[in-house]
């Protein structure tokens, strides 16, 4: 009964290991997207390495869609954590990469099941919004988070963005909401509301009762 116990042990921590590494190297590599000269060049150096893994999801007549997807599977089998993945979509446009968005998102047995989705714009004039964050402010709604950004974001506001925390791979009751999930972007204000850390576009416009520029978007 101990050999089985120790073998178990042993399966687990390493599975742990292998995919929180599997995670950051991930997560380094759209991070490394972001400031690349070359986005389109490095994403089909991605396509290069992962192969299969990198599923295709079809294509029109101008976009393409591709699926990098992982999980703590091996070790929520044991019903020792709650299931979470993190899975990055990439979309390509007229030959060009313009989106890579990464979800995270934990299985909870509850009502509520948190998910985060960060969208990072490619494209060299930019793709989507400079940088957005919802929820905004202070809120009640914590399990649902938006983060947006492309190529004219700080460095400090596409470091928050793409802080997930990996911990919830293999946390112990898993991660509850999106604080957890993200911690540089969102931090509780009371046991039933959060606030985000950061200023986006949305909560700019909101309080200024402003309009948008064109160098918003």
Known sequence: MGAILTGLCTF???SVYRTRRQADARLSEVREL?????????????????GSELLPLGCDRQTCQYELSLSNRNISAFRIVPFT???IWFTVYQGSLAWAMVEYRSALNSPHRPVVHV???MCAHGCGVRFDVNPHGTTPQMWNGLVEFDTRATAQQRNAALALNLN???QFGGCHDIIDLLPTMWTRASP????????GLSQ?????????????F
């Not at 700019?204 to 918003?216: I, K, Q, T, V, Y």
């Open 168 to 170: 919830c791979l293999a």
């Open 119 to 121: 969208q990072e714009g």
């Open 192 to 199: 039933e509301t959060i606030t985000s850390r950061l200023v």
């Open 85 to 87: 993945e993190l899975n």
């Open 34 to 50: 972001a400031v690349s000269a070359n986005p389109t060049a490095a994403f089909e150096s991605l396509r290069q390495k992962y």
């Open 204 to 216: 700019r416009l909101e309080e200024s009762h402003a309009f948008p520029s064109g160098d918003d």
């Open 12 to 14: 687990v921590g390493v």
